[in-house]
């Protein structure tokens, strides 16, 4: 852990407490997110300029799911030649949606991520799960999303806990990589960043040894003067800023390690 720790963030120490603590009392951390349920709230915050700011506290599940549909729902109008820019097609999808209003784009069906053990789907134990972007949710939770969710085999390495296969009937093998590094990775890949990952190459052949899961806004970034990013041949991301200073992060294990 100490290890670990010397090489984050706040905000990256702080969520791997919580994943290292949630397993060791489960019942804890599902009655303390219980508790949390009940705090849920909306508040109005009136800013300058004619602007507020409308905060909603929501169970992580819903709220990445609200973001989920709003972000893709932006994006598909994005594509057709929106001028707009996507925080702005963001927020006014959000608002067409909470007011009622027809959108110019059905909305399409949000797809979040969670991550639970087999014998705890099964309710034979309760290890917390992971929701992605997030981190640790309790198992019962996790069975309540999976129940209504598409079930994929993701195949672990016994013994450093990382996904090295996710099971897919017929796709192309382009397409099963980029959904394995997505997999793998969950997040973005940056120190301090924890939006969800889309799979980006880092030159060279496209296979999950040369993937990287990246944010968008941080894809973007990796390609302005200065910014330098290489792959280990032990999947170490490193990152060298305009300034010279040199990051590195790998992603967590699925599971604990044998």
Known sequence: MVGKITTRDATSVRRLVNRTVAPVAPDGHARRCEERKRS?????????DGMATLYAYLPAEIA??????????????????EERTLDELRAD???????????????????????LD????????????ELAGHGPIP??????????????????????????????HRYRPSAATKELVQVRDRECRVPGCHRPVQAWAQGG???SSNLCGLCRRDHRLKDEPG????????GVLEITTPAGRTYRSQPEPLITAA
């Open 118 to 129: 087999f014998l705890t789907w099964t309710g034979l134990r309760n290890e917390p799960a």
């Open 227 to 234: 910014w330098q990013h290489r792959m280990t041949d032990t």
């Open 93 to 115: 999808v959000f608002s067409d949606l909470c007011l009622g209003v027809a959108c110019e784009v059905e909305p399409p069906r949000a797809e979040v991520f969670v991550y």
């Open 139 to 168: 198992a019962r939770l996790a069975r309540e999303i999976a129940a209504n969710a598409t079930i994929r085999r993701v195949i672990t390495d016994p013994m450093t806990g990382a996904p090295i296969e996710v099971g897919r």
């Open 205 to 207: 052949d496209t296979d």
């Open 40 to 48: 849920r709230r909306v508040q109005l915050c009136h800013e300058d």
């Open 64 to 81: 990445a799911t609200i973001y989920t549909r709003v972000d893709r729902v932006a994006r598909r109008l994005r594509s057709n030649g």
